[in-house]
């Protein structure tokens, strides 16, 4: 990659996404960290910043949970950047009850991937003008799991957390598959990866602090979160996966994903619909 890359990061305050915004800091990188809440995403840039020893990082803020917030964010991102080289989709949210977002999507569907699905698509002219570029999207194993569920997407009838999460992490899987084939030749490479399981606090409620006990007994059997950034990190910036698109690793080796992550057919009216859900046309 460019030695100096204009590197976007969703999720950055926290866990793998800001190991690899650490990580990419120190690389020499320009990095921009994109939070929801400003004082974690203030606290965090300054964290980055002290362990980098950089000062080309910067916050920006946008919740992935409300399409008003998304759109703002990429005109307010295109009037300051006219390049961007890299976009790691690595915000994830993952809660054992169901929830809304703000358009009235349920929660994990709504973030982890239509909140991504759009972000992507309103920043791809900037990216594409960018080439060589990269898009990485951070999905998981547990995408193995998943099943589409058209009949009743936002899972209003029928909620339980594996199958509202496991749903999320298939549509990473076939977005990215389905982008890479309408990218080709762009110069533009799309990849997913499984980061491992990591110790973070993904699962963690906020408000109630419920999962954090859990967390913290599993942590020794835990990936940290600087070593699930490291196929992230190894996406954006390493000479070996140059050109190379449409794959889905886990600590940095190109893997199969699931049966279903491969229907073409699937992948394609998933992204009908997702245009659908976030306005795109």
Partial sequence: MNEKSTVLITGG????????????????????????????GDKALEDIKEESGS?????????????A?????????????KRLHILINNAGVILPKRHETSDGCELQFGVNHLGHFLLTNLL?????????????????????AGKIHFEDIHLKKNFNLVKAY????????????????????????????HPGAVATEMGINRET???RALTGMLKPFFKTPQEGASTTV??????????????????????????????????????EVSEKLVHLK
Avoid at 69 to 81: C, L, N, P, V
Wanted: aromatic fraction near 8%; include cysteine; glycine fraction near 8%.
């Fill in 209 to 211: 602090g419920f999962g």
């Fill in 234 to 271: 190894y996406l954006a910036v390493s000479d070996e996966v140059e050109g190379v698109t449409g794959k889905y690793y886990c600590d940095k080796k190109a893997i199969p994903s699931s049966k279903l992550s491969y229907d073409q057919e699937l992948a394609k009216k998933l992204w």
């Fill in 69 to 81: 917030s998304i759109r703002r964010f990429a005109s307010e991102f295109k009037k300051q950047y």
């Fill in 13 to 40: 305050n926290a866990g793998m996404g800001k190991a690899a915004a650490t990580e990419l800091a120190k690389l020499g990188h320009h990095v921009i960290i994109l939070c929801r809440n400003k004082e974690r």
């Fill in 124 to 144: 791809l002219d900037t990216i594409k003008n960018s080439a060589p570029a990269r898009i990485i999207n951070v999905s998981s194993g547990a995408h193995k």
């Fill in 55 to 67: 000062s080309s990082v910067f916050m920006m803020l946008c919740d992935l949970g409300s399409m």
């Fill in 166 to 193: 496991s749903q999320s992490k298939l549509a990473n899987v076939l977005f990215t598959y389905e982008l890479a084939e309408r990218l080709e030749g762009s110069g533009v490479t799309v990849n997913a990866l």
